[in-house]
């Protein structure tokens, strides 16, 4: 049932039940077994009105067996949305209970593909998505079923292809992305929204949606930011330097990155955790990544720990592997 807005502001216990929650985790794992994560936070507004719109405070992240664990982590979500939390859940399963969200972590199989069409649709000719998340008013999360499971990568570029295609956001089509959970509320706005959720059950091919959305446009070669720039290969000397597009890379890494935040001198996100946070420091609030104004990306993490950390450190932790000059993988796949 949807409740109007009155009964949400008055903070009266909602008829919501963890049911739409277990019917839309089906519908994306399936008969798959690893590990479910969840988010929740706080509005920081809540306790700081100065705070920025949808910046969380008092973030929590939790590790749940699937499925054994699926209905107590689907009741754990909607009690903590009855505590003024958003409530978001991964959506992917993982291989290990690890702590945060790791793309490594992924199960290498997905079952489904996701976009967060942030008040894009999804266009007529494409198959129907299995299932539809209305996440405030206008805005939708769109998932389809697989009928067999593909390697988490293809996934991402088939999100990616359908995000860009539908003028989705392409920042929340990689791994490690969370979504909100049904039957929960959204206080991202002051009047809060129920999520709802509609489930049509189709399942398609990977083949079938790669088939009727539209490949990515062609881009030249990524030149590397900061320290490979250096590095660049000799036949790329004629290959005219290209911005680094940090929001394709938040992307392809997984980096939970939010709301999009005003900034003067270039674009700049607040991150939903901070990723140089030690156990027991974790939290949601002071920490940024952006680009300025010449496309050089940034990080920025305002807590004691954060001093000192900058991009060159926190780009490996989502992009392992990513300082490895480009000819030790020439010299590797010649041997
Ligand atoms: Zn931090």
């Known amino acids: 049932m949807i409740p109007d807005a009155e009964q949400a502001n008055t903070g009266e216990l909602l008829d919501n039940t963890p049911e739409d929650t277990l019917r839309l985790w089906e519908v994306l794992f399936g008969d798959q077994t690893g590990y ?10 809540f306790s700081n009105p100065s705070a920025r719109q949808n910046e969380l405070t008092r973030v929590a992240n939790r590790t749940w067996r699937y499925p054994e664990q699926a209905p107590p982590a689907a009741a754990y979500l909607i009690r903590q949305s009855n505590m003024r939390k958003d409530s978001y859940f991964g959506v992917h399963l993982y291989r290990s209970t690890g702590a945060g969200r790791l793309a490594a972590d992924a199960v290498d199989l997905v079952r489904a593909l996701w976009v ?4 894009a649709k999804v266009p007529a000719p494409w198959p129907l998505p299995s299932a539809v998340v209305h996440s405030s008013h206008g805005r939708e999360h769109f998932y389809w079923t697989l009928e067999q499971p593909i390697p988490a990568r293809e996934a991402v570029k088939l999100n990616k292809r359908m995000a860009v295609a539908m003028g989705a956001d392409r ?15 959204n206080y991202k706005r002051d009047t ?12 398609y091919t990977a083949n079938e949606i790669d088939s009727v959305v539209p490949e990515l446009p062609v881009v030249l070669p990524r030149v590397c930011p900061g320290r490979l720039a250096t590095k660049r290969p000799p036949w790329a000397k004629h290959i005219k330097s290209r911005e680094f597009d940090l929001v394709e890379w938040m992307g392809i890494w997984g980096v939970p990155a939010g709301s999009e935040v005003m900034d003067s001198k270039g674009r700049k996100w607040r991150l939903l955790e901070c990723p140089i946070a030690p156990p027991g420091k974790e939290h949601s609030d002071g920490v940024y990544i952006g680009h300025h104004a010449s496309g050089a990306p940034w990080f920025q993490c305002y807590h004691d720990h954060g001093q000192g950390y900058t991009w060159q450190d926190v780009r490996p932790i989502f992009q392992p592997g990513c300082y490895i000059p480009w000819w030790v993988g020439v010299v590797s796949k010649s041997a």
């Open 192 to 203: 809060p929204e129920l999520v709802t959720m509609e489930i049509t059950g189709g399942r």
């Open 171 to 185: 920042g929340k089509a990689g791994l490690s992305t969370v979504l909100r959970a049904p039957d929960t509320l």
């Open 116 to 119: 967060d069409g942030d008040g």
């Open 36 to 45: 479910l994560k969840t988010f929740t936070g706080e509005q920081a507004r």
